[in-house]
């Protein structure tokens, strides 16, 4: 099958045979004090959306229908008390009865609402969220049910005894969770639970029945709206659609009297509406598939819908979550070493192996939701159902998918709720020609360093919308989990612009504090993890927020893990200095420097170092020479000598301290050369200045696998020992090791030792000194050996290890530990030991 548009072609997916921007980084945070029936409204019935705006009961709080948000949220300070205002575009909140205070007993149980949640016991929730891991595969062409349970709302209270310094500040957190509980119950009452909340996409958008298509739109600033495009000839008299009181637009159109849909799959659509701001043509904000024809700037909406027989069916089950995170963090569009736009089916075909032969056992994907810009990497996000039309079709994105599970591969999607694209023609901005439909009014709702709009996460249909597209990606192309973006940006209001986070928690408690934003996190976490609990998120914050990655239900805001960004920072940061001038001690503080019962997710160097204007961490230490010297049948340079030993020291130290996860930008674990220039043409600004454009080229837009795999190169001794210290930790799983011990860090000698789990680090950063029978303490008795070595001539080393010695034990303590051994420690090399089994 292949249809096609406006002379673009879109093939049908071809299935392989199976086989086996961004907010200041900069952060200075120390956490090392820490690492120790009464509501009658129906969602949806027939093709008619009915509502009612009656008292709410357990609140006391009556709904008024079309109501304009008034742009107040739930922004407090420490000493805020009393019940948040919930405002937003379909509904205000007023204030007639008593809130829900924290530790009182639910008034919501199950039975008493009528609602599709379910509130257990633990022993319950135990059994049924086992029932729900065990049905998680999802394969072939039926899929299993699997039961949708979202965990009741616990009391908050358990943050206190995991971080005593809380209490300081548990009159805003205490705040917080009410306000976390409020929600929850008046989504339980309004709308079903979080359940049906999240599932908008049922309701919203084109929804496809056995009598035709009904499309329902929330745009309450518009004041007449028509369905228009292909199927009607672009005729805005022709589909006129109605609205409700809350401002939903709703248009019902039957089958053709041949029984075909009124709308052929792969029509283009768009939504005419009349609004405070003019005549408007917008792409439906629920699309599920958008796209740019050549020749053309604006994009249109496509009805994507293809027949059964044509749609992708998943034929593998979902990987369960690994014990430690190795995450590929992936572009596909410059996923090919060719200076082009790759294809999700290329990247299925040609990437997905390459991150399986390396040792990696998660793809993060970047810029997966539709974005006009492709220079923004894909976080100016003009439509969040679509996947990006740029690599292919929705059903080649969900084969990608489907081939990673077959090589028990996660896949992350990097999810992008935390700004949205300022772009009027194609995305939410000005949707129906409003400011505030689903962001801010005035500064609040635009980010000036992104230049793009904030979410006002305060309003009810703001909630749905970004829960249901959470939820989307999960259910739809069967995501394994999120990387949530700029996180900082939404929990504050300053958005961490221009501020130094020092860790005193006033920072985080306090008038900046944007308390939506930060419940809206807790309930997506609780979506996410109550109805998919293999699921993984990843929150990417530099403040070092408190309580970050603590289950909701105790107070916290839920993610899995946290992005230990201060980490890259400091490697900039050391990378200017001397040699003579790293401090072994400050780089064991910053990769250890987490919070106590937090997971975090390591990396030395990300998409963020690579673009332009930025260097990567192989730039920083070999710079220019790695155009001349990086072949082996010419001499080397000390320059080249020192970058490739300290590249490789740099990301096992790293992985092996840095937390419990681990990341690598593709390419970068081979030290690709130059940095990432998106394809650009020159732009002239309305105060005269130029930006110079690059010709719109796509030459440093791609990434060079095959310098990596050339066995001529000296790119491929780097290669080699990152796929070696992908699979040492395979074996060893030691970042998840519950023993860690730092034995030495030695500012003279240069040295770090370390024991993660059974294995023993050895680190040697001197630039000339090597150590001859250098003792190194160890806690187990034994014989030990080598199970990694940087000094291998195989990773581009020098070849100053002899792997065949065995290395005995000597009892005494040494460096405070009861055993040590003695070993060779040549200059700038870094060795791993394990007790030998035999």
């Given amino acids: 099958m292949a249809f096609t548009l406006s002379g673009v072609r879109f093939p049908a997916v071809a299935r392989t045979p199976g086989i086996a921007p961004r907010s200041d980084r900069r952060s200075g945070v120390d956490l090392s004090l820490l690492t120790k029936e009464p509501f009658p409204r129906k969602i949806f019935t027939g093709s008619s959306y009915d509502t009612a705006s009656v008292v709410v009961a357990a609140t006391g709080k009556v709904l008024i229908a079309d109501g304009q948000s008034d742009g107040l949220s739930s922004s407090a300070d420490s000493s805020g008390d009393g019940d948040p205002e ?50 998680q595969a999802n394969v072939g062409v039926e899929e299993v ?108 159109l039957p089958n053709n009297a041949d029984g075909s849909p009124p709308i052929p799959h792969g029509s283009r659509v768009k939504i005419r509406m009349d609004t405070p701001s003019g005549i408007k043509d917008s792409i439906p904000a629920w699309i599920k598939f958008s796209v740019q024809a050549p020749g053309e700037i604006p994009y249109n909406g496509i009805y994507y819908d293809p027949p059964e027989e044509e749609k992708y069916v998943f034929e593998h089950p979902q990987p369960k979550a690994p014990k430690s995170l190795r995450i590929y963090e992936s572009h596909v569009g410059m996923s090919s070493p060719e200076p082009k ?103 609040r709702g635009y980010h000036w360093m992104w230049d793009s709009r904030l979410f006002n996460y305060g309003s009810w249909e703001v909630l749905r919308y970004l829960l249901s597209n959470a939820r989307w990606w999960l259910e739809e192309y069967k995501f394994d989990g999120f990387r949530f973006d700029g996180v900082t940006s939404m929990m504050y209001t300053h958005h961490g612009l221009q501020v130094a986070f020092t860790g005193n928690y006033n920072e985080y408690f306090g008038f900046a504090t944007d308390v939506d934003a930060v419940v809206y996190l807790m309930l997506v976490n609780d979506l996410i993890q109550g109805l998919y609990p293999e699921a993984v998120t990843i929150g990417e914050d530099v403040s070092g927020m408190p309580a970050f990655c603590i289950p909701v239900q105790d107070g916290g805001i839920g993610f899995n893990y946290r992005l230990h960004m201060a980490i890259a920072d400091k490697w900039i940061e050391i990378l200017k200095l001397k040699d003579e001038d790293w401090k072994m001690g400050d780089i064991i503080h910053t990769l250890t420097n987490r919070r106590w019962l937090e997971k975090c997710v390591a990396y030395a160097e990300s998409h963020d170092q690579a673009l332009v204007g930025d260097k990567t961490i192989a730039f920083w230490l070999m710079d220019k020479d790695m155009y001349d010297f990086m072949a082996l049948d010419r001499p080397s340079t000390p320059r080249i000598d020192r970058g490739i030993a300290l590249h490789k020291m740099i990301r096992l130290i790293t992985m092996g301290l840095g937390g419990e996860g681990y990341l690598n930008f593709m390419g970068n674990e081979f030290g690709h050369p130059e940095w990432i220039d998106f394809p650009r043409c020159e732009q002239r600004l309305p105060n005269g200045s130029v930006i110079p454009g690059n010709n719109n080229s796509y030459d440093k837009c791609r990434r060079r696998f095959d310098l990596g795999d050339a066995d001529y190169l000296r790119y491929r001794g780097m290669q080699e020992f990152d796929q070696a210290m992908q699979h040492l930790e395979g074996t060893y799983n030691f970042m998840t090791a519950e023993h860690q011990y730092i034995s030495r860090k030695d500012e003279g000698d240069k040295m770090v030792v370390f024991e993660r789990g059974d294995l023993v680090f050895v680190f040697n950063f001197h630039w000339s000194n090597s150590y001859f029978d250098y003792k190194i303490g160890c806690s187990k008795p034994g014989k030990y050996k080598v199970v990694l070595d940087s000094d291998d001539k195989l990773f581009g080393g020098f070849n100053r290890i002899d792997h065949t010695v065995e290395y005995f034990t000597a009892e005494g303590m040494h460096d405070n530990r009861p055993r040590s051994f003695l070993v060779y420690a040549p200059s700038r090399t870094a060795v791993v030991y394990a007790l030998s089994e035999d």
């Fill in 145 to 252: 049910d699997r039961p949708r349970i979202v965990p009741p709302p616990g009391n908050g209270q358990k943050i206190y005894e995991i971080d005593p310094s809380l209490k300081d500040h548990r009159t805003h957190l205490d705040y917080r969770y009410s306000h976390y509980r409020k929600m929850r119950a008046l989504i339980d009452q309004s709308e079903g639970g979080l359940d049906a909340f999240s599932r908008g996409y049922e309701n919203f958008g084109f929804i496809r029945s056995g009598d035709g298509i009904t499309y329902r739109e929330w745009a309450p600033g518009a004041k007449s709206a028509a369905l228009i495009g292909d199927f009607n000839n672009w005729n805005p008299n022709a589909d006129v659609m109605t609205r409700n009181e809350f401002g939903v637009w709703e248009i019902f």
């Fill in 341 to 443: 736009i790759n294809t999700y089916a290329n990247f299925r075909d040609d990437v997905l192996p390459r991150i399986k032969r390396l040792g990696y056992n998660a793809v993060q994907i970047m810029a997966i939701q539709e974005h006009s810009y492709y220079a923004s990497f894909g976080y100016h996000v003009t439509n969040f159902f679509a996947p990006s039309s740029r690599f292919g079709t929705p059903d080649d994105l969900k084969s990608l998918i489907d081939r990673a599970h077959e090589l028990g591969l996660l896949v992350l999607m990097d999810i992008v709720h935390s700004h949205a694209s300022n772009n009027v023609l194609d995305g939410l901005n000005q949707f129906d020609g409003t400011d505030t439909h689903y962001f801010h009014s005035g500064s």
């Fill in 86 to 135: 919930v405002a937003s575009g379909d509904l205000q909140v007023l204030e007639e009865g008593t809130t829900l205070s924290i530790g009182e007993e639910d008034n919501i149980k199950s039975g008493q609402t009528g609602t599709s949640v379910k509130f257990l016991d633990e022993g319950s929730l135990k059994e049924s969220v086992d029932q729900s891991v065990s049905s």
